[in-house]
């Protein structure tokens, strides 16, 4: 599975859009890219995911380059329950397994 | 729908005695997984079952760690004997898994605590 590359961690204001970068440049094309965030004491709890059109769906949007060596997770407007770590995860088509980064800590400030 | 369950939410014990984690999927998901997380780190993936079968345990320390999951429903983890490395949130989660677009659903984790 490819690598990925996330800030360690990012601040936002209550109400304005997250945008969460994500370097996966060693990507292929039959991999997919996935988001998991994690709130604190829960598990991992999924986003969206893509393989290279954008995607939008009730929690979040996901834009992918066109090269999809790079994507950003949108949370349009963020509120103080967003507060999380934030998991880009690049996974083969049909592959199973999830490889978790230390990804990024978002803290949405009131 | 209920999500995944696991019991207990906390526990510390001392090295070298053993502990176990349980776990109930959500009805009806076929595959279910054990993962490791340490401090600071994301979560690392012990053992996946596919049914009643591990069908990847390559993570899974063998000489202390155990795993069953009996009549492809819950599941519990084991360690014995527990060793002070040991303490981490162990996550379990479950998936139905069809074509390549599946989802992993987590439960809560259970914290160990070894002393």
């Known amino acids: 599975d490819a690598k990925t590359t996330q800030p360690p961690s990012m601040d936002c204001a209550e109400g304005r859009a997250a945008n969460l970068p994500c370097n996966h440049s060693t990507i292929s094309g039959n991999e997919y890219v996935y988001w998991y965030r994690q709130i604190h004491s829960q598990g991992p709890q999924y986003i969206i995911h893509g393989l290279k059109n954008n995607e939008t769906n009730e929690m979040a949007s996901l834009i992918i380059t066109e090269d999809r060596k790079s994507s950003t997770l949108i949370l349009p407007h963020a509120t103080l329950r967003d507060t999380a770590v934030y998991y880009c995860i690049v996974r083969v088509r049909g592959a199973q397994k999830l490889v978790f980064g230390q990804g990024t800590r978002l803290t949405i400030n009131p | ?115």
């Open chain 2, 1 to 115: 729908e209920a999500g995944v369950v696991q019991s207990p939410r906390y526990k510390i014990i001392e090295k070298k005695q053993p502990v176990a984690f349980w776990c109930n999927p959500i009805s009806g998901h076929n595959t279910l997984y054990w993962y490791r997380q340490n401090l600071g780190q994301g979560p690392e993936l012990l053992i996946r079952y596919e049914n009643e079968e591990a069908v990847d345990d390559s993570q899974l320390p063998k000489d202390r760690f155990s795993a069953e999951r009996l009549k492809g429903v819950d599941s519990t983890l084991k360690i014995q004997p527990a060793e002070l490395g040991d303490s981490a949130v162990y996550l379990c989660a479950s998936s139905l898994v069809w074509g390549s677009s599946y989802e992993q659903y987590f439960g809560p984790g259970t914290r160990l605590t070894v002393t």
